[in-house]
């Protein structure tokens, strides 16, 4: 694994733990009125944050094997 499958690895369990605590907290607040609206929101930014870096490392990890061939 190079040092940026690594740093991209780390990048997103960083985002995956964001999701998980504010699923947590949404999950708190779902009896509250409006109050999981900025909650999800967040939630699906760091979704689509997570799926780009997930790209860029497949991308990566496609070029490096055509390079190699």
């Known amino acids: 694994m190079s040092f940026l499958d690594e740093d991209f690895s ?4 960083e985002i995956d733990e964001q999701i998980k605590s ?3 907290e949404l ?3 779902v009896n509250l ?3 999981g609206d900025e909650l999800g929101m967040e939630i699906r930014k760091l979704r689509d944050e997570k ?6 490392q497949a991308s990566r990890q496609d070029m490096r094997y055509e390079w190699m061939k």
């Open 10 to 13: 780390i990048k997103i369990a």
């Open 22 to 24: 504010m699923q947590q």
């Open 27 to 29: 999950l708190a607040t």
């Open 33 to 35: 009125n409006n109050a």
């Open 51 to 56: 799926l780009a870096l997930q790209t860029q």
